[in-house]
């Protein structure tokens, strides 16, 4: 089936620690992006991809890397610089022609817990 | 910047009881609109859009008009299931035919629960 998988769903890091969380889409989109979500403040746009090769900050890009070397793939990595990294990462992509009607759809999300 | 204002939850009601969910907007231009519904250790996934004003989204019973004289986009169904209780997102994106490039801004989120 066509969709977007987020892995691992739950991950566990030390401080100190970076840690990269895959996203990958079968739906030949070609714009991708990552959400953080904590309770009470709705969803925050870290980064998002366009095209294959660049991509761009998002609202609290501070503290977080991505790239984008295939249409399919769009990692995040957590990196010890996020001061608060403990949260819900969603990651969501969309076809060009529905891009500019910010139609996303979304993965089922991994949940970073930061001890 | 651009803004979403969403009513405070958590909303608990009862199976066949009236839902609304309030959301206003602060943007410039003629944004378009969105609710997202994100159902228990899920992502989210869209539930209705509009995107000019006095359009009115529906989909599964939920509908929601888009008033710019008021910058509201109130969610509402006449009559819920148990199945409705979910987180409930009110997000405004660029213009149709724009060219932000999907960038959503979102609301904080009402949970729902809907008790038999």
């Known amino acids: 089936d066509g969709g977007i998988t987020q892995s691992p769903k739950y991950l566990f890091r030390k401080e100190g620690q970076n840690v990269t969380l895959s996203c990958e889409q079968n739906?030949?989109?070609?714009?991708m992006y990552w959400y953080r979500q904590d309770p009470g403040q709705g969803l925050r746009l870290i980064y998002y991809s366009q095209i294959v090769n660049d991509f761009q900050k998002g609202d609290i890009a501070e503290g977080y890397s991505v790239s984008r070397e295939k249409k399919e793939s769009f990692p995040l990595t957590v990196t010890s610089a996020q001061k608060n990294p403990t949260a819900f990462y969603l990651c969501?992509?969309?076809?060009?022609?529905?891009?500019?009607?910010?139609?996303?759809?979304f993965g089922e999300g991994s949940r970073l817990t930061v001890l | 910047g651009d803004s979403v204002t969403q009513m405070e939850g958590p909303v608990t009601l009862s199976e066949e009881a009236f839902l609304t969910i309030n959301c206003t907007y602060t943007a410039t231009g003629y944004p378009s609109l969105f609710w997202y519904v994100q159902y228990p250790g899920e992502g989210l996934q869209l539930l209705l859009k509009?995107?000019?004003?006095?359009d009115k989204g529906s989909n599964k019973g939920f509908e929601a008009t888009y008033r710019k004289e008021t910058t509201s986009f109130h969610l509402e169904k006449g009559s819920v299931q148990v199945s409705d209780s979910a987180v409930y997102f009110c997000?405004?994106?660029?213009?149709?035919?724009?060219?932000?490039?999907?960038?959503?801004?979102f609301g904080q989120g009402t949970i729902l629960t809907v008790h038999p």
């Open positions: 509009a995107t000019k004003a006095d």
């Open positions: 997000a405004l994106g660029p213009r149709a035919g724009g060219t932000s490039y999907g960038k959503l801004t």
């Open positions: 739906l030949n989109h070609d714009a």
């Open positions: 969501a992509s969309t076809p060009r022609e529905r891009e500019s009607a910010g139609e996303l759809f």
